[in-house]
């Protein structure tokens, strides 16, 4: 009974939740979109003609702000790529060049590196979660482990040195 209770509870709060509507009525998946785009209009980190890649990807919110962001004026198409990678389907979004799999397994590398073309990438986004486990300690670990992952994804597909922003 708490358990059906609990899930009343988050159904209601997520229905009214202000970020839920507005993306909704923006046409964007997912509310997470908002955190993507604050951080961007503080940080600029998107900008024509980059090569981006969006770890943990669906259900594609972020995917399709980087899409707008990257919208040419003219001809319809974008100023740039986006990879967008999860073990979860997504539906399709113009211009976002989806892979179903694991971004740690060689086949899923494989085709990230044959759309590259030797090129590196300009930006690698993240917004992937662990599943919890209601284990404070335990889901602390696989949140740092799935954090250490995106940056060893991000070294080794870039140009750039990275470290820990002000947003981790």
């Known amino acids: 009974m708490a358990k ?8 209601h ?13 923006e046409g ?9 785009k604050e951080i961007d209009e503080t940080e600029k980190l998107i900008k024509p003609g980059q ?3 969006d770890l943990g990807a669906t259900p594609g919110s972020w995917s399709q702000y980087v899409r707008n962001k990257l919208a040419g004026k003219v001809g319809g198409g974008i100023l740039g790529e986006i990879y967008a990678l999860d073990m979860l389907p997504m539906d399709p979004i113009a211009d976002v060049q989806f892979m179903l799999g694991d971004f740690r397994e060689q086949n899923i590398l494989d085709q990230l590196e044959a759309q ?3 090129r590196k990438v300009d930006l ?12 404070p300690t335990a889901d602390a670990a696989r949140m740092e482990d799935i954090i250490e992952l995106a940056i060893e994804f991000a ?5 750039y040195p990275i470290s820990l922003g002000q947003h981790w």
């Open 116 to 118: 590259l073309l030797g």
């Open 13 to 25: 709060d997520h229905i009214n939740d202000p970020f839920v509507k507005l993306a909704q009525r």
């Open 155 to 159: 070294r080794n597909h870039t140009g």
């Open 4 to 11: 059906n209770k609990f899930n009343q509870n988050w159904l």
């Open 51 to 53: 090569i981006i890649v």
């Open 28 to 36: 964007y998946r997912a509310r997470a979109v908002y955190k993507l």
């Open 124 to 135: 690698v986004l993240s917004d992937m979660a662990p599943n919890l486990s209601g284990i």
